[in-house]
């Protein structure tokens, strides 16, 4: 049985697999090789995954979540109006149900569908995968990553990095050793990590980042940058409600991506607000240089990761033999340009950035199922790892200082251990409290658990010693064990730091059957005890677009509000009929409902 790889992004997930020693990504019934990390529901309670999902984000955001991969490892809760599946009366008497989902159960999803097109184009089950996580990410976000892929009824083999893995991907084999730099920069995290590739062997030198900036950052920045030209424009500020704020942030995303590859891009969005009944749109041209502006100071930041990388690996500029670019983000010109500019060389072209991780995650899968790849890979630990401690000072004994037992760059996989003695005289008790970073005083860095060594002996000061050992396995989990040398009495901690445990296997079992009943629920809405129709699906951009017709259609004139509603008739029977024709009216009402305000406010 075959293994696939799988990038699970914050803004798009793809699934890889290996076949003749060659990665190739698999599309989707759609030919699509990118699924949009986007998890939604209808209004009629079906699921909806990628860009069925993601089309629908702008129009009813109350029923969508995307980026929801800057949550991992935490307890963030998302409420999703998961819609009703009942008739129309009852609908009006209830409303609709609401639910809410945590991180990696919004990630399990995602990784079921991917798991379902891997068996659909491959044509056999698929029950084992290779997952990837930002380099950075805390052990915390790695197991929740894993226990994401369980749910969705996968047998995670490893938890590799996202660098690491592109750095697989590019066939970048000689005979000399090279120094390569790979600099992700995706939808929500960044990561550059130092490679040294010899032969078959990759092995990571340092890796540093941030795991809260990315594009989704960027769109932001660009978000609040239309939000102030509309207020200029209008003297009134954009609505504050959650689908208008919806529209502006997909409109600043589209805008990002036009100014990728043109140096001005137009925003058009129509009945962004109102002032009284006159309703208020925004048409704007936007210079690239303006995007740049607003995003440099995030850049910089990213720059003075590369220089702490490459610091930690002892390496300068000029003895890296190549830069790689990874991420969708990557594609900004002003990133080209200011990497060229602090390394001194233009980044490597050849394997799309959007693709590469999933190839590389791939690769890696193939490895451990033995398959024929020409590739071994060598990771390292992205953090320091350590407890809190006290140290004899010249000023006297200094409590928590952190005393780390991993540093961080270490090869993966790794065990340490320190011993340490007790503090007072009579000391019952020893807690050990495990943190990861990189900063002197304990509590400064990020905790990840404690538990307590107890029943000591009544020994003095310093006579007993505990000796504390750590291990760092491949998928990025820490287990932290603990032997006092008198009596031999051991505790251990597995850190898991997500706020809630790992699940059992009866919840694993009950999660997966939840997940189960999402993607096997009849699709038909019920219309009475006799009989079911399917339901009409229609564009969410079209619905919007039909609710603000019925809004506008008042404050038209008489000639415009019939020609309007001849239109609004000839859609309603083109839904019906599932015309073809429907895009081009959708368009004209677009036109109409733009040009018709424009006249009617100058």
């Known amino acids: 049985m075959r293994a696939v790889g799988i990038d699970l992004g914050t803004t798009n997930s793809e699934v890889a697999i290996v076949e003749n020693g060659q990665a190739r990504v698999l599309p989707g019934e759609d030919g699509d090789l990118i699924l949009p990390s986007c998890v939604g529901f209808s209004d009629t309670g079906k699921l909806l995954v990628g860009r069925e999902a993601l089309r629908q984000y702008a129009a009813a955001p109350e029923r969508t979540v995307k980026s929801i991969k800057r949550w991992m490892g935490t307890d963030h809760k998302t409420t999703l109006d998961i819609g009703v599946r009942a008739d129309a009366a009852k609908r009006e008497a209830s409303g609709n149900e609401t639910r809410e989902y945590l991180p990696h159960e919004i ?80 939808g929500g995290t960044f990561d550059v990590s130092v490679v040294e590739i010899t032969g078959d062997v990759t092995e990571v030198l340092a890796s540093h980042g941030n795991n809260r900036l990315g594009g989704d950052d960027f769109d932001r920045l660009l978000q609040l940058h239309l939000a102030n030209i509309f207020r200029k424009q209008h003297s009134v500020d954009v609505p504050d409600d959650a689908a208008t704020q919806a529209r502006l942030l997909r409109a600043a995303e589209q805008l990002k991506i036009e100014l990728s590859s043109h140096g001005f891009a137009t925003v058009r969005e129509a009945f962004l607000g109102s002032k009284g009944k006159t ?14 502006e607003l995003i440099q100071p995030l850049l910089k930041e990213t720059l003075e990761a590369i220089d702490r990388a490459l610091s930690d690996a002892n390496l300068k500029p000029d003895e890296i033999d190549r830069i790689i670019l990874v991420g969708g983000s990557t594609r900004i010109p002003l990133v080209q340009t200011m990497i060229e500019e602090h390394l001194g060389q233009p980044p490597t072209d050849g394997i799309q950035p959007d693709l590469c991780v999933a190839l590389g995650a791939a690769l890696q899968a193939g490895v451990l199922v033995g398959e024929s790849v020409d590739s ?14 006290a140290v004899d000072t010249a000023l006297g004994i200094m409590p928590g200082y952190f005393s780390v037992i991993i540093p961080r760059n270490s ?28 900063n002197p005083i304990a509590e400064e860095n990020v905790p990840l658990g404690s538990f307590k060594v107890e029943n000591l002996p009544p020994k003095p000061a310093g006579s007993i010693q505990v000796e504390v050992h750590f291990d760092f396995d491949i998928n990025g989990i820490l287990t932290v064990t603990t032997t006092e040398k008198s009596k031999g009495q051991q505790g251990t901690l597995v850190v898991n730091n997500t706020g809630i445990q790992r699940l059992s296997s009866n919840e694993l079992n009950q999660a997966r059957q939840e997940l189960d009943a999402l993607f096997e629920s009849d699709e038909t809405v019920e219309i009475s005890s006799e009989r079911t129709i399917e339901p009409i699906e229609i564009d969410p951009e079209l619905q919007a677009l039909l609710n603000r017709a019925e809004k506008v259609i008042e404050t038209l004139d008489d000639e415009q509000a019939e020609e309007l509603q001849d239109l609004l008739d000839q859609i309603e029977d083109a839904i019906a009929e599932e015309s073809s024709q429907l895009p081009e009216m959708q368009q004209e009402l677009e036109d109409f409902l733009y040009y018709a305000s424009s006249n009617e406010e100058a």
């Open 107 to 186: 990630s399990a999803i995602i990784l079921r569908s991917l798991k379902q097109r891997a068996e659909s184009a491959l044509g056999e089950p698929v029950t084992q995968a290779v997952i990837t996580v930002p380099a950075y990410f805390t052990d915390a976000q790695r197991q929740a990553t894993k226990t994401a892929g369980e749910i969705a009824g996968l047998e995670v083999l490893q938890i590799i990095n996202e660098p690491t893995a592109a750095a697989l991907a590019y066939d970048l084999r000689s005979e000399d050793t090279e120094k390569v730099l790979v600099y992700d920069l995706g």
């Open 279 to 292: 309703p208020l749109h925004l048409e704007v041209e936007v210079a690239r240089t303006e995007f740049e």
């Open 376 to 389: 071994i890979l060598v990771d390292v630990i992205p953090h320091s790892l350590g407890i809190a401690a």
């Open 411 to 438: 090869v993966v996989p790794v065990s340490r251990s320190e011993v340490y003695s007790t503090l007072s005289d009579n000391q019952e008790a020893v807690e050990i409290e495990v943190f990861q970073g990189e």
